[in-house]
């Protein structure tokens, strides 16, 4: 398959070789799972369980808020121990409600629902409301709902299902373990999800640093003539939707639309098995494969770890820390977020845990810019980050604005390529935040003024009525006063 060029990246120190030659393992039970209501982009799950009440594996222990959410399952059978505000697996720190779930040791499975018979013959609409009851969101980082995604489309003509098994982040290996060890069911989940997208194409990309991952998803897509597996560079971010659907079609996503407008959709390997477990036997999203490593942790690994672990029990599990971190990141070190401590739980999105040294961040204080131009060369959105910085540092964040800041996709490329150590990606968070706090306050203002103009537009109305019933009543009374004045004269004469 012919390859087209893809703007910019970089080529960082990958690091995945302490992981990627070891098979994924299962984390034993832990004492407690944790499981907070908000593992997606969207609006939180709404808990239908008490703290008390004995579940079984499986079972529905929060529902969706809302069309855009994902309803959260017991990754086993136990006791609610109660539902508290804990810590949240994100920078910030807060907290928010979380399940609290002591396992009792019997693995014992609620009633599922049944599996989807011939899943290439279903109706899309059984797929997607497969996907959505067992709360599968998109594993890769984005934690999009996945049925949000598979509707896709009922609106776009889609071509392509592109699967993301690029995994370009350094030191993660846990998406190239999955596509080596179950390579069939990936695929297998891939074909589902692209029938249910009406697409008729499934392109699997592979970075070019995972030859056994290539090698065996070719293989086992060999028979399968819907499929092709195709050997993408690796430079990162390749990972990036944006990117990939470019380096596969040639085709560029135009800023603030979707790849779907290109025909194509991106899903990642592990949202794929996901959805076959959910489809062929019914069983909801209850564990995910997370890359434990970092130069801070003693046997670093791919585990396997029930939703709602501690990161604290991974840790454990793969021999402790050698030396105190210098950083805990929650994802790869290009795009993950720092994570306020290890008494954090594994989440849907979580795909790495990296305990971090102080030579692995290589933290330098930052000099002044020397205009090297770097920055612009290598950014893969075709962005000026050096110009946005300075308007961001003036506080002008409408000027980043116009130089495009909205469509950073945040690699992380421009940060970790100046020579300068400017931390450029925190300045273009910052300005997509603020902008979108600002769009927020807009949409608030505007909902405002729109009662506004309703209540007085009512008021308005209610004055009218009550002048015209005040005129109605005057006339009547000029009226009677006639007939009275004219019979008191008839009277009179
Ligand atoms: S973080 Fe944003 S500005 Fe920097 S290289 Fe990536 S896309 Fe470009
Ligand atoms: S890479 Fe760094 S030093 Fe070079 S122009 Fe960009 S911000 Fe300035």
């Known amino acids: 398959m012919k390859l087209f060029p893809v703007r910019g990246g970089v080529h960082p120190d990958y690091r995945k070789e302490r992981t990627a030659e070891a098979a994924i393992v299962a984390l034993p039970l832990p004492k407690a799972l944790y499981l907070p209501l908000q593992q997606h982009i969207g609006a939180p799950a709404e808990a239908v369980v008490e703290a008390g009440q004995r579940v079984l594996k499986g079972q529905l222990l929060a529902l969706a808020g809302g069309p855009v959410s994902a309803p959260v399952h017991a990754p086993t059978s136990g006791l609610v121990a109660a539902i508290a505000t804990m810590t949240a697996p994100h920078p910030s720190g807060l907290a928010q409600p979380t399940i609290i ?11 599922l629902p049944p599996p989807i018979p011939d899943p290439f013959a279903a109706d899309p609409a059984v797929i997607r409301a497969r996907v959505a009851d067992c709360g599968i969101v998109g594993m890769g980082g984005a934690t999009f709902p996945s049925a949000v995604k598979l509707a896709l489309g009922t609106e776009h003509k889609l071509d392509i299902l592109l699967l993301n098994g690029a995994e ?8 190239d373990r999955l596509m080596r060890e179950r390579a069939e069911a990936v695929l297998d989940g891939a074909r589902i999800m692209a029938h249910a997208l009406g697409a008729a194409r499934v392109v699997v990309a592979i970075e070019a640093n995972k030859p056994q991952a290539l090698e065996i998803m070719a293989r086992a ?10 050997k993408v560079p690796a430079q990162y971010p390749m990972g990036s939707e944006r990117h990939l659907v470019q380096a596969i079609t040639g085709r560029e996503t135009p800023a603030r639309k979707l790849t779907a407008d290109l025909g194509v959709v991106v899903h990642n390997v592990a949202t794929a098995q996901a959805v076959r477990e959910a489809v062929r036997f ?6 995910r494969v997370v890359t434990v490593s970092g130069g801070a942790v003693a046997h670093p690994a791919n585990v396997e770890a029930p939703l709602g672990a501690l990161v604290s029990d991974l840790v454990d599990f793969c021999g402790g820390l050698t030396t105190p971190p210098r950083q805990v990141v929650n994802g790869g070190p290009m795009m993950g977020q720092p994570l306020p401590s290890l008494a954090v739980p594994v989440v849907k999105g979580m795909s790495g845990i990296l305990a971090l040294t102080a030579a692995e961040t290589n933290e330098q204080p930052s000099e002044p810019c020397i205009r090297c131009g770097t920055c612009v060369t290598i950014c893969p959105c075709g962005l000026v980050p050096v110009e946005m910085a300075a308007f961001i540092r003036k506080e002008d964040i409408d000027g980043a604005a116009r130089l495009g800041v909205q469509d950073c996709v945040s690699c992380g490329s421009c940060s970790y390529i100046c020579p300068a150590h400017i931390p450029l990606v925190h300045f273009f968070n910052y300005a997509k935040g603020r902008l979108a706090e600002k769009a927020r306050e807009a949409r608030r203002t505007d909902r ?9 537009t009512r008021l308005d109305k209610l004055a009218a009525a009550r002048a015209a019933q005040a005129a109605a009543v005057e006339a009547a009374r000029a009226e009677a006063a006639k007939a009275t004045g004219a019979t008191g004269q008839g009277g009179a004469s």
């Open 168 to 175: 370009c982040e350094p030191y993660l290996t846990c998406d």
């Open 282 to 287: 019914g069983r909801p999203l209850l564990s």
């Open 448 to 456: 405002v003024r729109q009662l506004v103009e309703v209540h007085n």
């Open 221 to 230: 897509a060999a028979a399968l003539a819907d499929v092709t597996v195709v």
């Open 101 to 111: 779930l002591e396992p009792d040791g019997r693995e014992e499975w609620a009633a």
